[in-house]
């Protein structure tokens, strides 16, 4: 009791949250701060932060991560159409088009083919600074997608898979001089490579517990290392299909506009969002008596890591350690650095991940050319004042 009204005091004292309090502070936005810690503020937070947006939306803070998974009721949500209501009863996954044995499977059968368990985390490709909150880690329970697949028989023409969730809206099409109002489902497609390939999971449990209807109840795709919205909630139907699937989710609004020199001529791309760039984030800073640690988080594609590093001012890269309950292929990674000496001021604290293969997280501003806001790995400066 004590501890925790020691914990709510330095949440009032140290951040300026006041305003939090109009959207209610949920008793899990406590960060889990150890005996004797207490939190640095950031000083590069807007004065009023919100966490829960809208009703259709909230974010993790992730000043309060406080173990390898996120538990259900902090685990962010963001989707287009709001939270549908699938009765799991009745469910049934239909699996049609260009398969031998189209199928309806229940829950319980899709149960009975899976009981696989999978550590993955993600961010929303529009996750970025200043709170990074659009990101999160599970541990899902289900099916592998290629054992599904297989007992419906994918014919050998099939080139695209095709996941609707059970959510729609009506979207405007447009065609040349031409707009169209039309009713359509949540749709994103793989391909015959990526929906057959070992990664791919159906997930009907989070942590041990049935999905919330946040997460996508009853069913959804994850697709290990990919972003967010790879991994299609309220999952419907898997339809098959030799052509490409063309819908606004898959084709138009997740797209990232990147302008690259190349023999010295501007060239500009336009690509999906697919799988994760690497990226790390600082998520707090704590103290006790002299002694301060940063913690943060990265998110990448599933590539081996080759190191994490923190900077200090101006002061040289310094490696932080792993958290090995994070060390999953798909899970996200925490990681922590001992800052000794830190002196009474105003601080910038960065952190910087590279891969195995040599990939290193870019700066701000290697990234000048990316037009669109999507994908921002970029290395995020962080302020502390001591
Ligand atoms: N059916 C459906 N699935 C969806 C979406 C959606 O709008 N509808 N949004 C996607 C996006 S953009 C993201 S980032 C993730 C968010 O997953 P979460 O709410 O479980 O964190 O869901 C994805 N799956
Ligand atoms: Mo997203």
Not at 33 to 61: K, Y
Request: proline share 6%.
């Amino acid at each position: 009791m004590e501890n925790q009204s020691t914990r709510r005091d330095v949440l009032k004292g140290s951040l300026a949250l006041a305003a939090l309090g109009v959207f209610g502070i949920p008793e899990w936005a406590l960060p889990a701060l150890a005996l004797g810690e207490t939190l640095v503020p950031f000083t590069d937070l807007p004065e009023t932060i919100n966490l829960v947006p809208g009703p259709e939306r909230r974010l993790l803070d992730i000043r309060t991560i406080d173990g390898p998974f996120t538990p259900k009721d902090q685990f962010f949500t963001t989707q287009h159409y709001g939270h549908p209501v699938v009765d799991p009863t009745t469910f049934r996954l239909k699996v049609s088009g260009l398969v031998d044995r189209p199928t309806a499977l229940s829950l319980d059968e899709l149960r009975r083919m899976g009981g696989k368990e999978l550590a993955a985390g993600f961010e929303c490709s529009g996750n970025r600074r200043p709170l990074q909150g659009l990101s999160g880690n599970g541990r899902w329970t289900g099916v592998p997608l290629r054992t599904v697949l297989s007992q419906a028989g994918v014919k050998s023409q099939a080139r695209e898979f095709v996941f609707f969730g059970a959510d729609h809206g009506e979207e405007e099409v447009e065609f040349r001089q031409q707009k169209f109002k039309v009713e359509q489902q949540f749709g994103r497609s793989l391909s015959r490579e990526q929906a057959l390939s070992s990664d791919a999971f159906l997930a009907y449990a989070l942590n041990g517990e049935p999905l919330t209807r946040h997460q996508g109840s009853p069913l959804r795709l994850l697709m290990p290392g990919w972003y967010g919205v790879a991994n299609v909630k309220w999952l419907s139907e898997i339809h098959v299909q030799e052509e490409q699937y063309l819908g606004k989710f898959q084709a138009r609004w997740y797209r990232t506009l990147k302008g690259e020199m190349i023999d010295g001529e501007m060239k500009w791309k336009e690509t999906a969002v697919t799988h994760m760039q690497l990226k790390s984030f600082i998520a707090r800073v704590t103290q006790d008596g002299s002694r301060h640690k940063v913690m943060g988080v990265v998110l990448n594609d599933g590539t081996p890591l080759k190191s994490v590093e923190v900077k200090v001012d101006d002061g040289p890269w310094q490696t932080a350690t792993m958290d090995p309950a994070t060390s999953g292929k798909y899970s996200w990674k925490l990681f922590t650095y001992a800052w000794s000496g830190a002196t009474p001021g105003e601080h910038t604290l960065v952190s910087r991940v590279t891969d195995a293969k040599g990939n290193v997280q870019p700066t701000e501003q290697a990234l000048e050319n990316k037009k669109t806001f999507l994908e921002d790995n970029s290395q995020y400066p962080r302020k502390v004042k001591i």
